[in-house]
């Protein structure tokens, strides 16, 4: 019988990056698949490639929302400015996918205890079902692989196969990672468990389930219930289990935050996360990316999602007489206690005790984001942060099993107490109660097409609670509001041009909108030059201020699925385009 001798520790590293690309087989070590699935260590080095190779960094999460509808970035995306075609598309990369395969089909060796083998066997399954989850969400139909391919293999060429058929394969290898992988809690944070393969069955089976609602042209909205119900079950198995909790120690004006800029991951609020360390030197830039004029997207938060952060006393603040002409000094005051520590505030400060208002030759908006950023300056000019980055959190489940009970109908007070009840007590929001009423204002400015007053409350408190976590994209496209893309970029209300404005109240001026810097200039002001096409206010000579309200945005239709990259049409016509592409 030939011997395929294959490498060791990325054992069987082959990669297909189109459909007559591969790599040739250069083993490291000289071993054929019986010595290398000889024995349990074996299994774990080989699922252990799996992590570094799939899992997101943690600035894949951190700026991950700048495709958003609640976000300001310096340039309007290409996907949404009309700068991208089929030509320039990417993504239909396939080796990790290979790497996988082969596991599965060699990992089976009778003389490994059973469980442990489907152990490693489900933390294989759940590495393909994200694999798939992020295809699917891209391309929307894709052929399923569940074999390794050769370049002689006759599969290279097949067709895409329907949604249905991969997201069922999806579901069964979810399904068989939760009811597999070892229950052991990883206080890590680093590692894949039981836990973390149903949270991660909760986020994939609820965008499915809403997206088939919502996208009545994939013919798919009589299965929608399945996948909501299938979402809600993985939640309230990880709720009921008790390992995990959220992150409230009583002091809500620090609990939210510690999430994102500790260390060491909060274990008992993050179930996966991108480990960072100083002593090892394994850093990110994210104070860097959010506090620098040059290097990141000087991202920032939008007015009108500013305006759906609650009152401290769980009223709205769109309720509020007057909450238009609100200047910045007094509209972040006795709000969601989230909001200080998602953004710079009057009464946020440097390590070294110094003020520090919102930076104008940064944020666009005045909105500037500082949720990951560590307060040391030090940090503001080097890719050395070591604060380790949220994947999964505990929030995300309570949301998901909340949402997913909303859209079945079923949302009980205790389902709501038990979930967007507890965030926003984490928050320091003394009301807390399930809404009988809809939000006009969220209905208006953002989902015109919901009456349910609870799904429209955990849609707020989705936005709230994990903006900037790379999701916010993923959560218009399945509710169907990619159009909510398109809205201008809007700022903080400016009283009128020319004036000295001192957003931290420290009794010193931080900003002037002005149309020229004047000749005499006041130490420590940051002027912010009105060119009236690029930025301007939306009054003229006061109102929000506006950003790129020159640059067109536009969400087609097509824009839902992401294109087929033209050069793997050409080398496989049967892939087909999306439509419209």
Not at 392 to 405: D, F, G, S, T
Not at 429 to 439: E, K, L, Q, R, Y
Request: hydrophobic share 35%.
């Amino acid at each position: 019988m030939r011997k395929i001798f294959i490498p060791l520790l990325v054992i069987a590293a082959f990669t297909i990056t189109s459909c007559k690309k591969y790599l040739d087989l250069k083993p490291i070590d000289k071993l054929t698949p019986e010595q290398a699935f000889a024995n349990e260590n074996n299994l774990q080095l080989y699922v252990n490639s799996f992590y570094d190779q799939m899992l997101p960094t943690g600035p894949a999460i951190y700026q991950g929302d700048v495709m958003s509808d609640i976000t300001v970035p310096n340039a309007v995306p290409n996907y949404i400015g009309g700068r991208l075609s089929s030509q320039d598309a990417t993504g239909w990369t396939w080796g990790d996918l290979r790497n996988i395969n082969y596991f599965l089909e060699n990992y089976n060796n009778p003389a490994i205890p059973l469980k442990a083998r489907n152990h490693y066997a489900g933390i294989a399954r759940f590495f393909r079902a994200y694999f798939y989850y992020q295809k699917v969400k891209q391309f929307g139909d894709v052929p399923w692989y569940g074999k390794t391919l050769n370049v002689d293999d006759k599969d290279l060429y097949k067709g895409r196969d329907s949604r249905s058929v991969v997201m069922d394969s999806v579901l069964a290898d979810i399904d068989f990672a939760s009811n597999n992988i070892y229950s052991t809690k990883d206080n890590s944070s680093t590692r894949i468990s039981k836990w973390v393969a149903l949270a991660l069955k909760s986020r994939i089976c609820l965008f499915e389930g809403t997206f088939r609602k919502y996208h009545p042209e994939a013919a798919l909205t009589s299965t929608a219930d399945k996948w909501l119900q299938e979402a809600a079950n993985a939640s309230d198995l990880l709720i009921k289990s008790g390992q995990y909790r959220l992150q409230n120690t009583g002091n809500p004006n620090t609990d939210y935050r510690s999430l994102f800029i500790s260390e060491n991951p909060v274990s008992n609020e993050v179930l996966l996360a991108a480990v960072y360390n100083n002593s090892l030197k394994k850093w990110h830039n994210a104070a860097w990316w959010f506090n620098s004029a040059t290097l990141g997207a000087r991202l920032g938060l939008d007015k009108k999602f500013i305006n759906t952060y609650l009152n401290s006393d769980g009223s709205r603040f769109t309720d509020i007489s007057g909450y238009q002409t609100m200047e910045f000094q007094n509209e972040v005051k006795n709000r969601d206690k989230r909001l200080q520590q998602t953004i710079r505030m009057g009464n946020y400060k440097r390590t070294d005790g110094s003020p520090a208002p919102p930076d104008f030759t940064v944020t666009y908006s005045g909105y500037q984001i500082q949720k990951f950023s560590m307060d040391d300056k030090y940090f503001d000019t080097r890719t050395e942060s070591y604060n380790s980055i949220p994947i999964i959190r505990y929030a995300e489940v309570l949301l998901n099993y909340a949402e997913a009970k909303a859209e079945l109908g079923t949302i009980t007070v205790t389902d709501w107490n038990l979930t967007i009840g507890a965030l926003r007590n984490r928050a320091g929001i003394t009301n807390t109660g399930m809404p009988v009423s809809p939000d006009v204002y969220l209905q208006s400015q953002f989902f015109p097409g919901i009456s349910n007053a609870a799904l429209l409350e955990i849609r707020r408190e989705r936005g709230v609670e994990m903006v900037s976590e790379g999701i916010r994209y993923d959560d218009l496209r399945r509710w169907k509001a990619g159009k909510l893309l398109e809205k201008v970029y809007e700022g903080i209300y400016v009283p009128g041009k020319d004036q000295l404005l001192d957003l931290n109240e420290d009794g010193k001026p931080d900003v002037s909108f002005v149309d020229k810097v004047p000749a005499n200039r006041v130490s420590g002001v940051t002027y912010f030059v009105l060119d009236n096409n690029t930025s301007k206010l939306s009054q003229g000579n006061k109102g929000n201020l506006i950003w790129l309200s020159n640059t067109p945005k536009s969400y087609a239709e097509k824009h839902y699925l992401y294109p087929i990259p033209a050069n793997e049409i050409l080398l496989n016509p049967a892939l087909g385009q999306n439509k419209d592409w």
